[in-house]
């Protein structure tokens, strides 16, 4: 059984950085494709950025935070990073990381993902 869990969300100011952790469990963390997807209330959720495994590791992000934010991971301590800044109001929405054991190259879309985390909220202020 793979467990992943985020931390992180906050509420914060538009404008402001806030770095999100997801800690994964269970199984071969540095096998796995990473992503981070977000859902705003009302909304579909959305691909947010994904990194590919430290052998060949690549990263993206989604059109809506690219050069905003940046998504990186520590294998040593099986955590998966998104680090975002210059946040506004329209980022507020609960923040999923996702992990992929097998690998076929849609990282934006979520059928890519069989693990998935309960999720942090972030709410930005205007």
């Known amino acids: 059984?793979?467990?992943?869990?985020?931390?992180?969300?906050?509420?914060?100011?538009?404008?402001?950085?806030?770095t999100l952790s997801c800690v994964v469990s269970g199984?071969?963390?540095?096998?796995?494709?990473m992503g981070w997807f977000r859902q705003a209330p009302g909304k579909e959720r959305e691909f947010v950025a994904a990194i590919t495994r430290p052998s060949s590791e690549s990263s993206y992000t989604g059109d809506s935070v690219k050069g905003r934010f940046r998504i990186s991971r520590d294998n040593s301590k099986n955590t998966v990073y998104l680090h975002m800044n210059a946040l506004k109001p329209e980022d507020t929405a609960i923040y999923y990381c996702a992990g992929d054991s097998s690998y076929s190259g849609d990282y934006y879309k979520e059928i890519e993902y069989n693990f998935w985390g309960p999720g942090t909220?972030?709410?930005v202020s205007s």
């Open 1 to 18: 059984q793979v467990w992943l869990l985020e931390s992180g969300g906050a509420l914060v100011k538009a404008g402001a950085s806030l």
């Open 27 to 33: 199984g071969t963390f540095n096998t796995y494709v």
């Open 121 to 123: 909220r972030v709410i």
